[in-house]
Protein backbone atom coordinates (compact mmCIF):
# COMPACT_ATOMS: atom_id res chain seq x y z
CA UNK A 1 0.00 0.00 0.00
CA UNK A 2 1.42 3.31 -1.39
CA UNK A 3 1.30 5.54 2.51
CA UNK A 4 2.39 8.59 0.88
CA UNK A 5 -1.14 8.70 -0.93
CA UNK A 6 -3.52 11.23 0.55
CA UNK A 7 -5.95 9.26 2.55
CA UNK A 8 -8.63 11.78 3.25
CA UNK A 9 -9.86 13.27 0.72
CA UNK A 10 -12.64 15.69 0.36
CA UNK A 11 -14.76 16.42 -2.97
CA UNK A 12 -16.35 19.51 -3.20
CA UNK A 13 -19.82 19.58 -4.28
CA UNK A 14 -20.97 21.78 -7.97
CA UNK A 15 -23.75 23.77 -7.20
CA UNK A 16 -27.26 22.36 -8.63
CA UNK A 17 -28.30 18.74 -8.42
CA UNK A 18 -26.42 16.33 -10.03
CA UNK A 19 -26.82 15.19 -13.95
CA UNK A 20 -28.56 12.01 -14.08
CA UNK A 21 -26.96 11.57 -17.60
CA UNK A 22 -23.63 10.93 -15.10
CA UNK A 23 -25.05 7.58 -14.25
CA UNK A 24 -25.77 4.19 -15.83
CA UNK A 25 -29.16 2.80 -16.41
CA UNK A 26 -29.00 0.52 -13.17
CA UNK A 27 -28.07 3.16 -11.12
CA UNK A 28 -30.48 6.15 -12.92
CA UNK A 29 -33.19 2.88 -11.99
CA UNK A 30 -32.30 3.00 -8.31
CA UNK A 31 -32.62 6.74 -8.13
CA UNK A 32 -36.19 6.63 -9.53
CA UNK A 33 -37.22 3.94 -7.05
CA UNK A 34 -36.13 5.85 -4.22
CA UNK A 35 -37.76 9.06 -5.50
CA UNK A 36 -40.56 7.09 -5.60
CA UNK A 37 -40.58 5.72 -2.19
CA UNK A 38 -39.94 9.02 -0.96
CA UNK A 39 -43.11 10.41 -2.81
CA UNK A 40 -45.11 7.39 -1.40
CA UNK A 41 -44.10 8.79 2.53
CA UNK A 42 -41.88 5.26 3.44
CA UNK A 43 -40.12 5.97 6.48
CA UNK A 44 -36.49 6.90 7.04
CA UNK A 45 -35.78 3.32 8.38
CA UNK A 46 -37.39 1.40 4.90
CA UNK A 47 -35.48 3.70 3.03
CA UNK A 48 -32.27 3.14 4.58
CA UNK A 49 -32.70 -0.49 4.37
CA UNK A 50 -33.77 -0.49 0.48
CA UNK A 51 -30.62 1.21 -0.03
CA UNK A 52 -28.59 -1.14 1.81
CA UNK A 53 -30.31 -3.88 0.38
CA UNK A 54 -30.41 -2.45 -3.42
CA UNK A 55 -26.90 -0.03 -4.36
CA UNK A 56 -24.17 -3.03 -2.65
CA UNK A 57 -23.87 -4.03 -6.30
CA UNK A 58 -22.99 -0.87 -7.51
CA UNK A 59 -21.21 0.69 -4.94
CA UNK A 60 -19.34 -0.93 -2.10
CA UNK A 61 -21.35 -1.19 1.32
CA UNK A 62 -21.13 -3.02 4.34
CA UNK A 63 -22.45 -0.40 6.27
CA UNK A 64 -24.75 2.25 5.43
CA UNK A 65 -25.86 5.28 8.09
CA UNK A 66 -27.68 8.59 8.73
CA UNK A 67 -26.63 10.99 11.26
CA UNK A 68 -28.16 14.33 12.52
CA UNK A 69 -27.26 17.67 13.22
CA UNK A 70 -27.95 18.80 16.75
CA UNK A 71 -27.17 21.78 19.02
CA UNK A 72 -27.03 23.71 15.80
CA UNK A 73 -24.29 22.08 14.45
CA UNK A 74 -22.64 21.57 17.66
CA UNK A 75 -23.34 17.78 17.77
CA UNK A 76 -23.71 14.56 15.27
CA UNK A 77 -26.55 11.76 16.47
CA UNK A 78 -26.84 8.53 14.63
CA UNK A 79 -30.32 7.91 13.83
CA UNK A 80 -30.21 5.14 11.46
CA UNK A 81 -27.99 2.04 10.81
CA UNK A 82 -27.86 -0.94 8.63
CA UNK A 83 -25.06 -3.58 8.00
CA UNK A 84 -24.12 -6.91 6.93
CA UNK A 85 -22.71 -7.98 10.09
CA UNK A 86 -22.76 -7.89 13.97
CA UNK A 87 -22.41 -6.36 16.10
CA UNK A 88 -23.02 -2.69 15.67
CA UNK A 89 -20.70 -0.79 17.96
CA UNK A 90 -21.73 2.85 16.35
CA UNK A 91 -25.16 2.37 16.79
CA UNK A 92 -28.62 4.71 16.93
CA UNK A 93 -27.85 7.86 19.90
CA UNK A 94 -24.26 7.83 19.26
CA UNK A 95 -23.23 11.22 19.30
CA UNK A 96 -19.81 12.89 18.35
CA UNK A 97 -19.30 16.97 19.38
CA UNK A 98 -18.22 18.21 16.09
CA UNK A 99 -16.03 20.83 17.27
CA UNK A 100 -12.40 19.95 15.47
CA UNK A 101 -13.14 17.08 13.92
CA UNK A 102 -12.46 16.43 9.92
CA UNK A 103 -16.80 15.79 10.02
CA UNK A 104 -16.27 19.88 10.20
CA UNK A 105 -14.95 20.44 6.63
CA UNK A 106 -18.22 18.16 5.02
CA UNK A 107 -20.48 20.78 7.09
CA UNK A 108 -18.41 23.78 6.38
CA UNK A 109 -17.52 23.12 2.93
CA UNK A 110 -20.34 21.06 1.73
CA UNK A 111 -17.93 18.43 1.08
CA UNK A 112 -17.82 15.03 0.43
CA UNK A 113 -15.21 13.25 2.59
CA UNK A 114 -13.58 9.74 1.30
CA UNK A 115 -11.37 8.34 3.73
CA UNK A 116 -9.59 5.09 2.33
CA UNK A 117 -7.67 3.87 4.76
CA UNK A 118 -9.34 4.04 8.54
CA UNK A 119 -6.48 2.34 10.00
CA UNK A 120 -4.26 5.51 8.93
CA UNK A 121 -6.75 7.80 9.90
CA UNK A 122 -6.44 6.68 13.09
CA UNK A 123 -3.04 7.01 13.07
CA UNK A 124 -3.37 10.63 12.82
CA UNK A 125 -6.22 11.09 14.77
CA UNK A 126 -6.09 8.64 17.81
CA UNK A 127 -8.90 11.01 19.80
CA UNK A 128 -11.66 10.16 16.84
CA UNK A 129 -14.03 7.66 19.03
CA UNK A 130 -16.41 6.87 16.19
CA UNK A 131 -13.32 5.44 14.28
CA UNK A 132 -12.22 3.39 17.15
CA UNK A 133 -15.75 1.51 17.21
CA UNK A 134 -15.79 1.26 13.06
CA UNK A 135 -12.42 -0.32 13.14
CA UNK A 136 -13.54 -2.78 15.95
CA UNK A 137 -16.20 -3.44 13.57
CA UNK A 138 -14.10 -4.25 10.60
CA UNK A 139 -14.68 -0.97 8.26
CA UNK A 140 -11.72 0.02 6.28
CA UNK A 141 -13.21 2.79 4.09
CA UNK A 142 -15.67 5.33 4.60
CA UNK A 143 -17.52 7.84 2.23
CA UNK A 144 -19.79 10.40 3.89
CA UNK A 145 -22.18 13.01 2.17
CA UNK A 146 -24.13 16.32 4.17
CA UNK A 147 -27.84 15.70 3.58
CA UNK A 148 -28.96 19.40 2.52
CA UNK A 149 -32.86 20.78 2.58
CA UNK A 150 -33.34 24.54 1.38
CA UNK A 151 -29.17 25.26 1.40
CA UNK A 152 -28.87 24.19 5.39
CA UNK A 153 -27.57 20.97 6.25
CA UNK A 154 -29.38 18.84 8.19
CA UNK A 155 -27.20 15.76 8.71
CA UNK A 156 -24.36 13.59 7.06
CA UNK A 157 -25.19 10.22 4.98
CA UNK A 158 -22.21 7.38 6.06
CA UNK A 159 -21.12 4.61 3.32
CA UNK A 160 -18.70 2.20 5.09
CA UNK A 161 -16.91 -0.74 3.38
CA UNK A 162 -14.72 -3.52 4.74
CA UNK A 163 -12.32 -3.08 2.41
CA UNK A 164 -9.70 -0.17 2.10
CA UNK A 165 -10.09 1.86 -0.64
CA UNK A 166 -13.03 1.11 -1.68
CA UNK A 167 -14.47 4.35 -2.93
CA UNK A 168 -13.69 6.82 -6.27
CA UNK A 169 -15.03 9.79 -7.46
CA UNK A 170 -17.61 8.12 -9.31
CA UNK A 171 -18.89 6.33 -6.42
CA UNK A 172 -18.77 9.89 -4.48
CA UNK A 173 -21.31 11.03 -7.17
CA UNK A 174 -23.53 8.16 -6.94
CA UNK A 175 -23.96 8.92 -3.23
CA UNK A 176 -23.99 12.71 -3.61
CA UNK A 177 -27.44 11.89 -5.92
CA UNK A 178 -28.72 9.57 -3.44
CA UNK A 179 -27.73 11.85 -0.57
CA UNK A 180 -30.36 14.93 -2.61
CA UNK A 181 -33.06 12.40 -2.89
CA UNK A 182 -32.90 11.28 0.95
CA UNK A 183 -32.84 15.25 2.37
CA UNK A 184 -36.91 15.82 2.11
CA UNK A 185 -37.13 12.14 4.13
CA UNK A 186 -33.97 13.25 6.53
CA UNK A 187 -35.52 16.56 7.46
CA UNK A 188 -39.10 15.09 8.25
CA UNK A 189 -37.88 12.69 10.28
CA UNK A 190 -35.42 14.80 12.68
CA UNK A 191 -38.28 17.36 12.96
CA UNK A 192 -40.64 14.47 14.43
CA UNK A 193 -37.25 13.63 16.44
CA UNK A 194 -37.02 16.74 17.73
CA UNK A 195 -40.26 17.34 18.67
CA UNK A 196 -40.39 13.96 20.49
CA UNK A 197 -37.31 14.18 22.14
CA UNK A 198 -38.65 18.11 23.29
CA UNK A 199 -41.90 16.66 24.79
CA UNK A 200 -40.42 13.95 26.45
CA UNK A 201 -38.13 16.80 28.39
CA UNK A 202 -41.50 18.43 29.05
CA UNK A 203 -42.91 15.47 30.51
CA UNK A 204 -40.09 14.89 32.78
CA UNK A 205 -39.39 18.20 33.76
CA UNK A 206 -43.51 19.22 34.22
CA UNK A 207 -43.38 15.50 36.13
CA UNK A 208 -40.49 16.82 38.20
CA UNK A 209 -41.32 20.14 39.60
CA UNK A 210 -45.00 19.52 40.22
CA UNK A 211 -43.71 16.46 42.94
CA UNK A 212 -41.44 18.78 44.27
CA UNK A 213 -44.39 21.22 44.46
CA UNK A 214 -46.52 19.13 45.68
CA UNK A 215 -45.56 18.59 49.34
CA UNK A 216 -44.84 21.39 50.50
CA UNK A 217 -47.58 22.89 49.53
CA UNK A 218 -50.19 20.58 51.38
CA UNK A 219 -47.70 21.27 54.70
CA UNK A 220 -48.48 24.91 54.05
CA UNK A 221 -52.18 24.22 53.73
CA UNK A 222 -52.18 22.13 56.95
CA UNK A 223 -50.03 24.80 58.61
CA UNK A 224 -52.19 27.47 57.96
CA UNK A 225 -55.20 25.20 59.12
CA UNK A 226 -53.85 24.88 62.36
CA UNK A 227 -52.94 28.82 62.92
CA UNK A 228 -56.39 29.57 61.74
CA UNK A 229 -58.03 27.17 64.55
CA UNK A 230 -56.09 29.03 67.00
CA UNK A 231 -53.71 26.12 67.41
CA UNK A 232 -50.63 27.77 68.40
CA UNK A 233 -53.14 31.01 70.09
CA UNK A 234 -55.36 33.64 69.86
CA UNK A 235 -55.30 35.45 66.84
CA UNK A 236 -56.54 38.44 66.00
CA UNK A 237 -59.65 38.49 62.93
CA UNK A 238 -56.61 40.82 60.61
CA UNK A 239 -54.79 37.93 61.59
CA UNK A 240 -56.81 35.28 60.68
CA UNK A 241 -58.20 36.69 57.50
CA UNK A 242 -54.17 37.18 56.43
CA UNK A 243 -54.01 33.19 57.04
CA UNK A 244 -57.27 32.55 55.33
CA UNK A 245 -56.08 34.45 52.00
CA UNK A 246 -52.41 32.77 52.61
CA UNK A 247 -54.52 29.25 52.61
CA UNK A 248 -56.51 29.82 49.66
CA UNK A 249 -53.57 30.78 47.53
CA UNK A 250 -51.86 27.72 48.78
CA UNK A 251 -54.51 25.53 48.18
CA UNK A 252 -55.38 27.03 44.46
CA UNK A 253 -51.67 26.03 43.55
CA UNK A 254 -51.61 22.52 45.22
CA UNK A 255 -54.59 22.12 42.54
CA UNK A 256 -53.04 23.74 39.81
CA UNK A 257 -49.90 21.36 40.91
CA UNK A 258 -52.40 17.92 40.93
CA UNK A 259 -53.63 19.21 37.48
CA UNK A 260 -50.21 19.31 36.26
CA UNK A 261 -49.19 15.63 37.88
CA UNK A 262 -52.55 14.21 36.42
CA UNK A 263 -51.30 15.43 33.13
CA UNK A 264 -48.18 14.33 33.03
CA UNK A 265 -48.76 10.94 34.27
CA UNK A 266 -51.27 10.64 31.14
CA UNK A 267 -49.29 11.67 28.94
CA UNK A 268 -46.24 9.53 30.18
CA UNK A 269 -48.39 6.55 30.38
CA UNK A 270 -48.00 6.58 33.85
CA UNK A 271 -51.63 7.06 34.67
CA UNK A 272 -53.56 3.39 33.32
CA UNK A 273 -56.69 2.63 33.99
CA UNK A 274 -57.81 0.16 36.19
CA UNK A 275 -61.79 -0.38 36.09
CA UNK A 276 -63.57 -2.05 38.39
CA UNK A 277 -66.93 -4.24 37.75
CA UNK A 278 -69.23 -3.05 40.00
CA UNK A 279 -68.41 0.90 41.05
CA UNK A 280 -70.74 2.68 43.27
CA UNK A 281 -70.21 5.94 41.10
CA UNK A 282 -72.30 8.57 43.69
CA UNK A 283 -70.33 7.49 46.67
CA UNK A 284 -66.70 6.91 44.88
CA UNK A 285 -67.13 9.67 42.39
CA UNK A 286 -69.70 12.57 42.18
CA UNK A 287 -69.49 13.05 46.35
CA UNK A 288 -65.69 12.47 46.19
CA UNK A 289 -66.29 15.58 43.88
CA UNK A 290 -68.86 17.10 46.04
CA UNK A 291 -66.58 16.99 49.50
CA UNK A 292 -63.66 18.92 47.34
CA UNK A 293 -65.78 21.94 46.76
CA UNK A 294 -67.76 21.72 50.09
CA UNK A 295 -65.75 25.19 51.23
CA UNK A 296 -65.31 27.04 47.84
CA UNK A 297 -68.87 26.50 47.29
CA UNK A 298 -69.48 27.42 50.91
CA UNK A 299 -67.17 30.95 49.93
CA UNK A 300 -69.55 31.81 47.11
CA UNK A 301 -72.67 31.09 48.94
CA UNK A 302 -73.43 28.70 45.80
CA UNK A 303 -75.85 25.79 46.23
CA UNK A 304 -75.66 22.20 45.25
CA UNK A 305 -78.37 20.64 43.94
CA UNK A 306 -77.92 16.65 43.29
CA UNK A 307 -80.04 14.26 40.98
CA UNK A 308 -79.03 10.64 41.71
CA UNK A 309 -82.34 9.31 41.54
CA UNK A 310 -83.20 6.47 44.05
CA UNK A 311 -80.64 4.02 45.00
CA UNK A 312 -76.54 3.74 44.21
CA UNK A 313 -75.88 4.23 40.69
CA UNK A 314 -73.03 1.26 39.75
CA UNK A 315 -70.70 0.83 36.64
CA UNK A 316 -67.85 -0.70 35.32
CA UNK A 317 -65.12 2.11 35.33
CA UNK A 318 -61.67 3.23 37.17
CA UNK A 319 -63.07 5.10 39.85
CA UNK A 320 -59.68 6.85 40.96
CA UNK A 321 -60.11 8.65 37.22
CA UNK A 322 -63.59 9.22 36.76
CA UNK A 323 -63.04 11.21 40.37
CA UNK A 324 -60.41 13.21 38.71
CA UNK A 325 -63.02 14.38 35.96
CA UNK A 326 -66.00 14.62 38.43
CA UNK A 327 -63.38 17.37 40.37
CA UNK A 328 -62.40 19.09 37.48
CA UNK A 329 -66.04 19.49 36.20
CA UNK A 330 -67.57 20.47 39.75
CA UNK A 331 -64.34 22.95 40.49
CA UNK A 332 -65.03 24.32 37.27
CA UNK A 333 -68.34 24.71 38.06
CA UNK A 334 -67.65 26.46 40.93
CA UNK A 335 -65.20 28.60 39.89
CA UNK A 336 -66.42 29.92 36.89
CA UNK A 337 -70.25 29.75 38.19
CA UNK A 338 -72.33 32.93 39.20
CA UNK A 339 -71.95 33.92 43.05
CA UNK A 340 -74.96 33.14 44.73
CA UNK A 341 -75.96 30.89 42.15
CA UNK A 342 -76.28 27.16 41.90
CA UNK A 343 -74.69 23.87 40.92
CA UNK A 344 -76.23 20.82 39.60
CA UNK A 345 -75.08 16.92 39.60
CA UNK A 346 -76.65 14.69 37.51
CA UNK A 347 -75.71 10.70 37.60
CA UNK A 348 -77.89 8.58 35.32
CA UNK A 349 -77.44 4.97 34.44
CA UNK A 350 -79.26 4.04 31.05
CA UNK A 351 -79.17 0.68 30.36
CA UNK A 352 -76.42 0.74 27.85
CA UNK A 353 -73.90 4.15 29.39
CA UNK A 354 -73.08 5.90 32.18
CA UNK A 355 -74.12 9.38 32.46
CA UNK A 356 -72.57 12.59 34.77
CA UNK A 357 -73.54 15.85 33.81
CA UNK A 358 -72.44 19.30 36.15
CA UNK A 359 -74.82 22.34 34.98
CA UNK A 360 -73.70 25.73 36.83
CA UNK A 361 -75.54 29.31 36.77
CA UNK A 362 -73.01 31.47 35.23
CA UNK A 363 -71.72 33.92 32.09
CA UNK A 364 -71.25 29.96 30.04
CA UNK A 365 -69.68 30.54 27.22
CA UNK A 366 -70.14 31.58 23.04
CA UNK A 367 -70.55 28.94 20.60
CA UNK A 368 -67.71 30.12 18.53
CA UNK A 369 -65.25 29.33 21.72
CA UNK A 370 -66.36 25.78 22.03
CA UNK A 371 -63.32 24.52 19.84
CA UNK A 372 -60.87 25.52 22.05
CA UNK A 373 -62.47 23.14 25.25
CA UNK A 374 -60.65 20.03 25.88
CA UNK A 375 -57.78 21.00 24.30
CA UNK A 376 -54.41 20.99 26.00
CA UNK A 377 -53.52 24.73 27.64
CA UNK A 378 -56.19 26.32 25.51
CA UNK A 379 -58.86 28.44 27.36
CA UNK A 380 -61.93 29.92 26.46
CA UNK A 381 -61.02 33.98 26.74
CA UNK A 382 -64.06 36.10 27.11
CA UNK A 383 -63.87 38.97 29.68
CA UNK A 384 -66.27 37.06 32.51
CA UNK A 385 -63.70 33.78 32.24
CA UNK A 386 -60.64 35.09 31.98
CA UNK A 387 -61.26 36.46 35.10
CA UNK A 388 -60.52 33.87 37.02
CA UNK A 389 -57.24 31.81 36.50
CA UNK A 390 -56.83 28.27 34.43
CA UNK A 391 -54.47 26.71 32.24
CA UNK A 392 -57.25 24.24 30.22
CA UNK A 393 -54.82 21.76 31.90
CA UNK A 394 -58.23 20.10 33.72
CA UNK A 395 -60.38 19.84 30.64
CA UNK A 396 -58.02 18.18 28.59
CA UNK A 397 -56.72 15.44 31.09
CA UNK A 398 -60.77 15.05 31.59
CA UNK A 399 -61.15 14.19 27.97
CA UNK A 400 -58.28 11.78 27.89
CA UNK A 401 -59.56 9.59 30.80
CA UNK A 402 -63.05 10.10 29.30
CA UNK A 403 -61.51 8.89 26.14
CA UNK A 404 -59.68 5.89 27.95
CA UNK A 405 -63.18 4.73 28.92
CA UNK A 406 -63.97 4.58 25.41
CA UNK A 407 -66.71 7.27 26.26
CA UNK A 408 -67.22 11.10 25.08
CA UNK A 409 -67.36 14.18 26.95
CA UNK A 410 -68.73 17.90 25.64
CA UNK A 411 -70.22 20.95 26.74
CA UNK A 412 -73.55 22.97 26.74
CA UNK A 413 -74.24 26.32 27.10
CA UNK A 414 -76.42 29.76 26.78
CA UNK A 415 -73.92 32.35 27.01
CA UNK A 416 -74.74 34.66 29.95
CA UNK A 417 -77.10 32.06 31.46
CA UNK A 418 -75.59 28.95 32.27
CA UNK A 419 -73.20 25.77 31.10
CA UNK A 420 -73.22 22.60 31.05
CA UNK A 421 -70.43 19.33 31.07
CA UNK A 422 -71.40 15.78 31.06
CA UNK A 423 -69.89 12.82 30.03
CA UNK A 424 -70.78 9.74 29.09
CA UNK A 425 -68.85 6.22 28.91
CA UNK A 426 -70.51 2.90 27.94
CA UNK A 427 -71.55 -0.03 30.01
CA UNK A 428 -70.07 -2.43 29.68
CA UNK A 429 -66.49 -0.90 28.49
CA UNK A 430 -65.95 -1.44 25.04
CA UNK A 431 -62.38 -3.74 24.93
CA UNK A 432 -60.30 -1.35 22.75
CA UNK A 433 -61.12 1.98 23.95
CA UNK A 434 -58.95 5.45 22.86
CA UNK A 435 -60.01 5.45 19.02
CA UNK A 436 -57.78 6.55 16.05
CA UNK A 437 -58.09 10.44 16.69
CA UNK A 438 -57.02 10.03 20.12
CA UNK A 439 -53.45 12.09 18.83
CA UNK A 440 -55.46 14.68 16.34
CA UNK A 441 -57.31 15.95 19.52
CA UNK A 442 -54.05 16.82 21.48
CA UNK A 443 -52.72 19.39 18.30
Not at 415 to 432: K, S, V, Y
Amino acid sequence: MDRDRPNVRYIEMEPGPVRLEDFSPAEREILDRINRKIAAAESLESLIDFLFTSTRSLSPCDRIGVAFLEEEGARLSSHVNRASYEPLLLKKGYTEEMAGGSLEAVIRRGAIRIIGDLERYREKRPESRSSRLLLREGVRSNMTCPLRVDDRIVGVLFRSSRTSDAYDDRQARLHLAVAERLSQAVEKTYRIEQLDRANRAYLEMLGFVSHELKSPLASMVMDAAVLGEGGVGDLSPEQKEKIRRMSSKAEYLLSLVGEYLDLSRIEGGELRMRPLPDVDVIADVAEAACAIAEAPLREKGMTLERRYGDGPVRAECDPNLLKIVAVNLVGNAVKYGREGGAVRITVERPANRLVFAVWNEGPGFPEKERPKLFRRFSRIRTPELMKQKGTGVGLYTSWRIVRLHGGRIDADSLEGEWAEFRFEIPQPLPAEREGPDEKGKED
